[in-house]
């Protein structure tokens, strides 16, 4: 059974960073392609970005271009999301996913986190 535990969210304000993480558990981290999403009160959780099972390709939602990086660490199982310039905008809950082939749609991702909270002032 995987698990997903992510952590590092919190307050912080605007132009600030953030460095998200998530550990999975259960399987062999490596053979999962990762994901990172957001969902805000209200609103359908929102692609952020995705990296590779080798890391060597990424996608990433247009809104965090150039702001956000996705990394990961097979020898510690565990992904990365590194937020730079945050903005109140991307005040919500991010969560972390695992999925066998690279995508950018929630639907195929197969586990999911608890989610982690992140709040930018303004």
């Known amino acids: 059974q995987v698990q997903l535990l992510e952590s590092g969210g919190r307050l912080v304000q605007a132009g600030g960073s953030l460095r998200l993480s998530c550990t999975l558990s259960?399987?062999?981290?490596?053979?999962?392609?990762m994901g990172w999403f957001r969902q805000a009160p209200g609103k359908e959780r929102e692609f952020r970005a995705a990296?590779?099972?080798?890391?060597?390709?990424?996608y990433y939602a247009d809104s965090v271009k150039g702001r956000f990086t996705i990394s990961r660490d097979n020898g510690k199982s565990t992904a990365n999301l590194h937020m730079n310039s945050l903005k109140p905008e991307d005040t919500a809950v991010y969560y972390c996913?695992?999925?066998?082939?690279?995508?950018?749609?929630?639907?195929?991702?197969?586990?999911w986190g608890q989610g982690t909270q992140v709040t930018v002032s303004s």
């Open positions: 996913a695992a999925a066998r082939l690279l995508g950018v749609h929630a639907e195929e991702y197969d586990y």
């Open positions: 259960g399987r062999a981290f490596s053979d999962y392609v």
């Open positions: 990296i590779s099972r080798g890391g060597t390709t990424t």
